[in-house]
């Protein structure tokens, strides 16, 4: 459906910023949810942001709003996470992932059963 790559990763600290980007191929027409999501080491996997390709509505766990902001350049079929003020709990292997399935979601959910299509992730390390 859509192939998903995923760059940008890196070690900062605590503080810094950065900006992870996923490109996308494939049939990216039919994408209509598109998503972060980040593994902490010995945790579970959690949503961290999603964006509706359409009205570019976008939704964030309470642990990110207000530093991490999703968004999405069409021309160049590419999803970005901005990360600024990152903390040493930001510390995660971070996901793009895709909703190419129907039915249709609307908000897109920080549910990761709701994605089918991932990238493979990309480490973002913050220092105490």
């Known amino acids: 459906l859509v192939q998903l790559v995923e760059s940008g990763g890196g070690s900062v600290q605590t503080g810094g910023s950065l900006t992870l980007s996923c490109a996308a191929s494939g049939d990216t027409y039919t994408g209509y949810c598109l998503a972060w999501f980040r593994q902490p080491p010995g945790m579970e996997r959690e949503g961290v942001a999603t964006i509706v390709t359409s009205s570019l509505t976008t939704a964030y766990a309470d642990s990110v709003k207000g530093r991490f902001a999703i968004s999405q350049d069409s021309a160049k079929s590419t999803l970005y996470l901005q990360m600024i003020s990152l903390k040493p709990e930001d510390t995660a292997i971070y996901f793009c992932?895709?909703?190419?399935?129907?039915?249709?979601?609307?908000?897109?959910?920080?549910?990761?059963?709701?994605?089918?299509?991932w990238g493979q992730g990309t480490q973002v390390t913050v220092s105490s």
């Open positions: 992932a895709a909703r190419t399935r129907l039915p249709f979601l609307f908000p897109c959910p920080l549910n990761a059963t709701a994605f089918d299509s």
